[in-house]
């Protein structure tokens, strides 16, 4: 039996469709690509690494393309040919000699055992078993003594990669058996510049405003980037995405109202600042982020702020370290809108802006009469 009404079509998500398949599509962590094809091309290969670094940042990616190019039937320097037989099947998940354990759900000492125990069969389909282990400072100290026994007299036929988020979180006996890759967050116009391309590529229309924001608001993660740009393509149904739609898709706080609540700050204007609190809290949005996202702007953006509103650095930075206080104040208190009032007023009347004079702010320590 068979309906219309029944089919299910799966889209492949933005950041699976675009994952990398070779060192040279990978954006970034140009250290790890060249101590990896360096290491491939030599036939040296170490039998354990720890990929390190924040999430979203390529280390299981960089980890499946080292597999495949240890497999790989037709390997060209140190690249896997992504057309033979292996190279397929580890791209599908079907590669039985590619074992991926996700720490996190399987960090008993039994999930360790069975991999030691596995380790001492030779592979199966291809040259090597790789054995790759995500968010590896989640197992527990019975499975890390397990798994340093393997780590200490590994079979010539194996190699581990261990993926973490919380390096310091390894135990040293574990770390001093591997070879460490710290992967690093991407700069932004790297993340922009790969959200372009990829935005051409699904035809999309989107406003470089839009998304030179989610390049931002990636914070150096490029899945993450790929996700918010799914998201808010999605919102737009297609469409033409602008600033306003990924403000709305993400629950942001419009941009400009962020700019108002800081601008009202440094120039004192205490009904503008409180107006500001109360038309975030009554929309229903968290004043967390109002106070977030003005830290945010203020960071992202100190030279426009410093040329267009005659503001010097030092202003800024102190009006983003109050801004960050008044966040970590209002997180213990049951009346948000009480406290973010109180400390965005306080805040603001610690400014002054006199005509024809920058802004200055007055320290705690001294008075509106300049007595200390």
Not at 111 to 119: L, S, V, W
Not at 340 to 368: H, M
């Amino acid at each position: 039996f068979y309906h219309k009404a029944f089919e299910v079509i799966f889209v492949e998500v933005l950041y699976r469709k675009y994952r990398p398949k070779t060192f040279s599509e990978i954006v970034g962590q140009d250290h790890v690509k060249k101590v990896l094809t360096n290491a491939l091309r030599m036939n040296r290969v170490a039998h354990a690494y720890i990929f390190a670094g924040p999430r979203g940042t390529g280390k299981t990616t960089t980890a499946r393309i080292l597999a495949k190019s240890l497999n790989c039937e037709d390997r060209k320097g140190a690249e896997p040919c992504n057309r033979c037989r292996s190279c397929l099947a580890i791209d599908e998940g079907t590669f039985m000699d590619v074992v991926e354990l996700d720490a996190a759900s399987n960090r008993g000492i039994d999930e360790i055992r069975r991999i030691r125990e596995a380790t001492g069969y030779r592979p199966i389909e291809g040259k090597y078993k790789v054995y790759i282990i995500d968010e590896v400072h989640m197992l527990t100290k019975e499975a890390f003594n397990a798994l340093l026994k393997t780590l200490e007299e590994p079979p010539e036929h194996v190699v581990f990669v261990l993926a973490t988020t919380n390096l310091e979180k390894v135990p040293p006996t574990i770390v001093s058996r591997c070879q460490v890759l710290e992967f690093k967050n991407l700069p932004e116009n790297l993340i922009f510049e790969r959200l372009k391309e990829v935005a051409s590529k699904e035809g999309m229309e989107i406003e470089k405003e839009a998304l030179r924001f989610l390049a931002r608001r990636a914070e150096g993660g490029m899945r993450d980037a790929l996700t918010l740009l799914e998201q808010v393509w999605k919102f737009s149904a297609g469409g033409r995405i602008t600033m306003e739609d990924v403000e709305k898709a993400l629950g942001l706080i419009p941009l400009d109202l962020v700019r108002k609540y800081v601008l009202s700050m440094i120039e004192g204007k205490l009904e503008d600042v409180l107006e500001v609190v109360d038309k975030v809290y009554y929309s229903g949005k968290d004043l967390e982020l109002l106070l977030q996202e003005a830290v945010r702007d203020i960071l992202d953006d100190v030279k426009r702020l410093n040329r267009t509103y005659n503001v010097s650095h030092q202003i800024l930075i102190q009006l983003a370290r109050q801004l960050m206080n008044l966040m970590r104040e209002i997180r213990f208190f049951e009346e948000k809108r009480l406290i973010c009032r109180v400390g965005s007023s306080y805040i603001a009347s610690r400014f002054l802006k006199e005509d024809g004079e920058s802004c200055r702010y007055i320290p705690e320590t001294q008075n509106r009469e300049g007595n200390g």
